[in-house]
C-alpha cells in the first residue's frame, strides 16, 4: 500500500526485490507518526555467538526525504544490503578469537559503522540497553 509520503517509485523497487533466500525486505511506515517509510532488511544467519541457533534480525533505515530517480534509489537500497553485510561480518569476524569490529549494538551507538576494538565492554551491550 503506498502512503501520501513514499517517494515516488520506491515502493514498486522495493517490492521487485529478489535476495538470498530467508532474506525479507519491506517498506513500512511503523515510525513513530506513522508517516514517512522505514525500510527494512530481514537478515537471516546464524547467531555469530551461538552458531547452532539461526537468527533473523530487523535491520530498519529510516528511507531519506529525497526525490531520487529509479537508479539512485536501488543505489541506495544496494548500500543499506551493504550497511547489514559489514554489521554481519563485524559479528563473526575473528582474530584469534577475538571480534575486533564487533558492532555497537546500545542505545546511541550506529551499528553499521565499522568499529576496530577499543573497548571490549561495548561489544558486550545488547540491542536496547546502555553501558
Known amino acids: 500500500m503506498t502512503t501520501k509520503h513514499d517517494p515516488p517509485g520506491l515502493r514498486a523497487i522495493v517490492e521487485s ?7 525479507d525486505v519491506y517498506l513500512s511506515t511503523d515510525n513513530e507518526e506513522g508517516q514517512w517509510p522505514t525500510l527494512h532488511i530481514i537478515s537471516s544467519t546464524p547467531d555469530s555467538y551461538h552458531p547452532e541457533r539461526p537468527m533473523r534480525v530487523n ?8 526525490t531520487y530517480n529509479e537508479r539512485t534509489w536501488k543505489a541506495w537500497i544496494m548500500e543499506r544490503y551493504v550497511d547489514v553485510w559489514r554489521h554481519e561480518t563485524g559479528e563473526f569476524l575473528q ?8 558492532p555497537h549494538h546500545g542505545n546511541g551507538e550506529d551499528p553499521y559503522i565499522t568499529w576496530h576494538i577499543g573497548d571490549v565492554e561495548d561489544t558486550q551491550v545488547r540491542a536496547g540497553d546502555t553501558k
Open 17 to 23: 526485490i529478489t535476495y538470498m533466500p530467508g532474506w
Open 95 to 102: 582474530f584469534d578469537g577475538v571480534r575486533e569490529f564487533a
Open 59 to 66: 535491520h530498519s533505515f529510516l528511507v531519506p526525504m529525497a
